[in-house]
């Protein structure tokens, strides 16, 4: 069965900590992201990466950190430098095919609640 | 900034009447559109993708897209109450990057 699997469905972070959210795909595609969404507004992209150990910062990356060691995942870590972390977390990717990556495929989501 | 612009509605329409949903987009060398659904509380899953100016029918989902006029809409037939979600439109911009409105949220009366 091919998908995109985040963990953990639900997360609560304490002030001043730091949490580590999943991702991992076995579609076997070349390029990840990950997206925050807050309620009633679109997705903003935080990172994303197109090959295994180069990620590039999206549009709102500060307070937030990746890695990509293997090309099946890319975990997020939201650090306590983010002020505001509470979110719906959605993690993606897409495959490449002449040099264009196409649409993008969502994982189930992260909610993510500080306390 | 590049922009994918949505009316953020809500668009009511009863069941069995013809949806329409738009979307313009500011990039003008865009080469890829996609349509999203996304229930309430869950991710958003692809139900069209289209490139090339023009109609693209599947099932009950219609695509449309007019690259002169940066335009490019959904027309969902025969609304089912099952069809109530927010439909995000998203463009693949000549940068490479692709970019999501904010979406239309939809709401189908029975």
């Known amino acids: 069965d091919g998908g995109i699997t985040q963990s953990p469905k639900y997360l609560f972070r304490k002030e001043g900590q730091n949490v580590t959210l999943s991702c991992e795909q076995n579609?076997?595609?070349?390029?990840m992201y990950w997206y925050r969404q807050d309620p009633g507004q679109g997705l903003r992209l935080i990172y994303y990466?197109?090959?295994?150990?180069?990620?590039q910062k999206g549009d709102i990356a500060e307070g937030y950190s990746v890695s990509r060691e293997k090309k099946e995942s890319f975990p997020l870590t939201v650090t306590s430098a983010q002020k505001n972390p509470t979110a719906f977390y959605l993690c993606?990717?897409?495959?490449?095919?002449?040099?264009?990556?196409?649409?993008?495929?969502f994982g189930p989501g992260t909610r993510l609640t500080v306390l | 900034q590049k922009e994918v612009e949505q009316n953020s509605g809500p668009l009511s329409v009863p069941e069995g009447a013809i949806a329409s949903l738009n979307c313009t987009y500011s990039?003008?060398?865009?080469?890829?559109f996609f349509w999203y659904r996304q229930y309430s509380g869950k991710s958003p899953e692809l139900i069209m993708s289209?490139?090339?100016?023009g109609d693209k029918e599947d099932g009950r989902f219609t695509a449309q897209l007019n690259k002169a006029s940066q335009y490019v809409s959904l027309l969902i037939r025969d609304s089912q109450p099952s069809d109530s979600a927010t439909y995000l439109c998203?463009?693949?911009?000549?940068?490479?990057?692709?970019?999501f409105g904010a979406g239309t949220r939809l709401f189908v009366k029975a």
């Open positions: 990466s197109q090959i295994v150990n180069d990620f």
């Open positions: 993606a990717s897409s495959i490449k095919s002449n040099y264009v990556y196409n649409e993008q495929f």
């Open positions: 289209i490139y090339s100016n």
């Open positions: 998203a463009v693949l911009t000549g940068g490479f990057k692709t970019i």
């Open positions: 579609l076997n595609h070349d390029a």
């Open positions: 990039d003008r060398v865009s080469q890829s």
